[in-house]
């Protein structure tokens, strides 16, 4: 009789997760606990690790065979958290069967080939969300909507600032595709979203300020991006591999009417005030912390958009978006010169 | 053989809930799905709402039969967030039984019958914990350590602020035992963990100046307590039923060498600059918002001191001499004198 | 012909000063340099160095005599900054020759002289301000205005923070009439003019925390006042003699549509984000650095109040209401219980 | 008797003003009223109004004779505040008497007249400083003091914001040189101070954001401009020539050990909590506000390292540094390329 109580009274959207490393994990608990209306029924993951995180969260097929997800008949909707080099594989395949696709970017890292991957989702017409997180943070969806709704007038600069606590190690580096693909990425994608304008050219500064092994390694750990809008607004990207301080993510948008800044969120409220000065508590460690809630609100996107059949909020073309301007800030920083956007393809 | 992963290499503390209204929910949803090391296997509730959600978290038997948990031979530890009149009753009953025992406060609405509470409790030995949440929010507890610390010194005074976003319902007021009791009692105890030092003496305004409703219904809606310390030092609490802007929670402490403070968490960290100044986002709603962690902080911190046989971070005792306070404050206020603590019992 | 040029075209209001201590030399400058439309004329100090430094600043008639400005014939009005003692003899003596007067606070230091001397000057129907500069700093003036405009409601609470860097010496504390009347009186004042209402009872709590020397010498340094006003609101003042982070002056106000708070200006707007946290500057030092122009605007408030024929923005009723307010908080703390206003006189 | 209080103990430098406009009337009131150790014995200007002032500041020697000041046998040192086209003239010709010379920027609207200019006073080795006055403003002094102390480590990012209130007129825009040599000129300036480094490329971007009149005057009314620095670090200056929340100037400074930022001050310390969030108060209004003790602070240094015959804190050479990086970015905007510094000249 009590069983009773949990009968379903409306459809649930039936989700497999692929790849359960860091990045899945979050997905995997989201989905599993946090989000209403959904069901994860399966999860693939080559390591076992993965597999019992799997199954302590109460996920019913566990195993290690994509195709188990692929062409499971019940799934309406795939997650894609695998590694970034078999993205545009499971996206296609799972598109090809009919399923909504939510895949963390890079959709591949050619530019050429996460080309032809959008074309071809694109051309089979089914749901496809690109994961940039950074949009649902509480901070810059508050920005965004105060800004669509005319807020501070027309928009005429933005200035973004992303540094991480700390370089990732070199063997990371080697294999990152470098400082714009990398870390840049996600503020060309603010820059985008924030300005909701397309970039018309870019110029990039950049430098190894901070490790020598990142430019023996053949990249840059600190770098400075123009960028030049369609419609003659300006934005700058300051970035930074290391910031002894903690996570610093950080943006300011200036308009006709006024400016909107988004500060860090830090590890309390409190202040002392001594002697020397007040000083406030620490900013937070990283992006696990920082960006916590906005990997939730993101996959909550995904669900609603699904639910009430709206476009996603991040499509295929947001990815290929950042990444061409990620190789334009490369071309330009190489050649010392402003790139046009158009020249790029 | 996968199954085999999730075998467990430690002992789960195994936990009873008696009682999943409001409160009982964000314990029960911490203890089933965020804490480490518990096990929640028995949850008791009158009402069908409650039931259903203890099993929507995946908790075995569910009933409401209060004996069922506090007969079970498994159970190590029961926590109590049933109406607060039943709190005595069913404490005892754990205690008797050899349980560890979590209490929401109050122990009881009496303060006779909750010093014989606390005093057959303490009599049988087991760990009892009285839910002050509050001392577990991230700024409090780093308040606390940085006043151990002694950043800032010898104490001098401390100043509280707390405002609830609206007056709860005139049917409620009625049966709150007042506002020192009911919404008072969180700071009483604050001040006591915040000074780390006995209150002698509690001098109280009160007032009737947002409802007039509330004063027909013998209470107060505003008030300013004045308490002075065993070692000299003085506190100020302001208290109010309604605050438009939001939920208000602050303290500071002023010390020989400086001052610590903690300033409200806000929506977002988004401020915007425009011709009538720089707007920073709103207060909290309430305190669903401003201490839902503190919940979880709160839970682990009894499963830890199970766990490693520590001292209760709470006592029966701390949750009896708020309540002496607020006695205090009470009679101070009809009588308009400064009351002693040890003229009560 | 270029002299012509300085030909003055309306009426300037004659000022002698009397009293060339920290605080006329403040008075002095301004007058002599800052303020239009006024023409400091006369200057009377016993010492060298105050007539010193009234020659330096231009002042033509400089000398010891005190009668040389009460009797002077073109002097429309006298500023008093001479010692507390003789404020009620040169005040009642220059408004007998029918002078307007602006009198340093306290008119006396008995309460009863200083009743007859209001209540004189008062009979004689000329203009007298009493100094409470405080309410001319920018930030408390804003308040006010703020408050006017019903900005935030009906008042509700109000709390005053006000710090000393260090004590004074023990000599100064022996003679300074005790902290309520040496320190909080300007707290007193504020808490009426903020309010804009009387207040009717007083509790105050107060102690020794830093130095027994000043409790040998009979006095508290620290202290915690609770003001009842006629309207039902309630105010408290914290009152410390020693903060070694710097002048601390801050209150916040309470009120049923929000909170008007103001906080301390600190010595630069510079802040350091290191691994620690982020610093702000230092508060300033003391009530120079912090009210520097205060005692400007009050004096422009003075003369602008002359020149338009309106009433003192301070009236010597607000120079007795305060005296009577630390007179009831002494009362209060020596008898531990509240103390009504119209018990005092 | 009395008047023997006056003589003077020490040597008083004796200055002369050319110039008594909006920047000529600070100087004077500065140098007549706020500053130790310095005699204004001589004031020149054209018009009577400036005259009158100083007139009335007790400036003895009045007239619109610049010759009577040059060939002043008496006068150490010209402060020039007449307008810039007679910069470089005035400077020289008192130089050639051996004088010392203060000159408001720029030295000359061409950047080969200026080269000139620096280079013959340069060879009179009389004591020459530059008027930028935003080195002198207590923050960005700070802000160099703690740099200088290693607080940050080495440096790596520079973002300078600065923003006006609202344009100036057309007719001023057309004679201004254009928005890098006007506006930007300071930042340049600031961008070489604080990072206590040379500038080795310059890229610009500008736009018409604001007013087209702007644009058809041929000028820019909006600019982003990255600096690159000799040791590789970055820099981004943002200049608008309108901002409706008022005056806008802050900078940013990112090493390897932290973060030191410059905030703007605000009208007050006066905030309101509404139900709309908190509200600070507004930005200062406008450069007078913003700098006015800036330009007191700039004065008593060059009397500083007058009397204690040091280097100046700002030389001929900062001044023509700044000029050619105007120049560079010039050049960037209109070619769309970086411009490296050392192809200026």
Chains 1, 2, 3, 4 share one sequence.
Do not use: W
């Amino acid at each position: 009789m009590i069983k009773e109580l949990l009968n379903q009274q409306f459809y649930m959207i039936k989700i497999g997760i692929i790849g359960i490393g860091r990045m899945g994990k979050i997905h995997l608990e989201n989905l599993s606990r946090k989000i209403e209306g959904v069901n994860l029924i399966a999860a693939v993951n080559p390591g076992e690790d993965g597999q019992k995180f799997a199954l302590q969260h109460g996920v019913k097929n566990v195993s290690k065979d994509v195709d188990s997800i692929i062409n499971h008949p019940e799934i309406d909707a795939v997650v894609i958290s695998s590694p970034s080099s078999t993205h545009a594989e499971y996206a296609v395949k799972a598109a090809r069967k009919g399923k909504a696709v939510f895949c963390e970017k890079p959709i591949d890292g050619s530019l050429e080939k996460a080309h032809e991957t959008i074309a071809e989702i694109s051309a089979l017409n089914v749901p496809f969300m690109i994961g940039f997180n950074q949009r649902f943070d509480v901070n810059f969806s508050r920005v965004k909507m105060a800004l669509s709704n005319g807020e501070i007038g027309r928009l005429r600069n933005l200035h973004i600032i992303s540094r991480d606590p700390q370089p990732p190690p070199i063997s990371y580096i080697r294999t990152s595709g470098g400082l714009f693909r990398d870390m840049t990425i996600h503020d060309f994608d603010m820059a985008r979203f924030i300005m909701g304008c397309e970039v018309v050219e870019v110029f990039a500064y950049g430098n190894c300020l901070i490790d020598p092994a990142i430019g023996d390694a053949g990249d840059i750990d600190s770098a400075t991006v123009l960028l030049k809008f369609e419609n003659g607004a300006m934005a700058t990207i300051e970035n930074s591999r290391e910031a002894v301080y903690g996570y610093d993510q950080r943006l300011e948008v200036f308009g006709s009417k006024g400016v909107i800044k988004v500060d860090n969120p830090l590890k309390s409220h409190m202040k002392i005030v001594a002697d020397t000065g007040t000083l406030s508590d620490r900013h937070l460690n990283f992006f696990m912390d920082r960006y916590q809630l906005s990997y939730l609100e993101e996959m909550k996107a995904f669900i609603t958009a699904l639910n009430q059949k709206t476009p996603m909020p991040v499509s295929g073309e947001d990815g290929l978006k950042a990444m061409i301007l990620a190789e334009a800030a490369n071309r330009s920083l190489v050649e010392n010169r402003p790139v046009q956007i158009n020249s790029i393809n």
